[in-house]
């Protein structure tokens, strides 16, 4: 009986002192957060116009005509290539020749990388988020011409994570 009477007051006393609240310390709470890694650039001026061309010249904007942004919230690293020549006839996309041209870029000291057609190269690597990287264009222009239809490209840059 005496068992039976000390388990009931024992049972008593756990219902009557929560145990738990006794023993719990304050809780703390951890607030967590993410931010996703944003890839972005903008270009500025977005085009350019060589206008008339001289047979067997090399035609440039200046090093700092073009501004890249990186609009990203990390370094980026980024790659140029074009779409070769279009026009009613058009340009043969490659080194100096009769109706053949290209495209080389500079980022202040010279022009000396060539834009690839159907293709792309390193053009600025490492760029800090939220940085800025001016750059230009040079047309390496044809030998001579054999028509005089007005040839466009499209020269594009891609962004992607360092």
């Given amino acids: 009986m005496k068992k039976t009477l000390l388990a009931i007051l024992m049972a008593l006393a756990l219902v009557v002192i929560p145990v738990g609240s006794a023993l719990a310390a304050n809780p703390e709470e951890v607030t967590v ?3 996703p890694s944003f890839l972005g ?18 035609e440039n904007t200046t090093e700092t ?16 290539g074009c779409n070769g020549w279009s026009g009613t006839q058009f340009w043969t996309y490659g080194p100096s020749d009769v109706d053949t041209g290209q495209l080389s870029f500079g ?22 988020a939220y940085a800025t990287q001016s750059w230009g264009l ?19 840059i891609t962004a992607s994570a360092s």
Avoid: C, K, R
């Fill in 33 to 35: 957060t993410a931010t």
């Fill in 41 to 58: 650039i903008e270009n500025s001026p977005s085009n350019f116009d060589f206008d008339t061309v001289v047979a067997n010249t090399d």
């Fill in 65 to 80: 005509w073009f501004t890249l942004t990186n609009v990203s919230n990390v370094a980026i690293n980024t790659t140029i």
């Fill in 107 to 128: 980022t202040g000291s010279g022009y000396t990388t060539v834009v690839p057609s159907g293709s792309t190269v390193a053009f600025v690597s490492g760029m800090v």
């Fill in 138 to 156: 040079e047309l390496d222009a044809p030998l001579s011409f054999t028509h005089g239809y007005v040839q466009t490209t499209i020269v594009t």
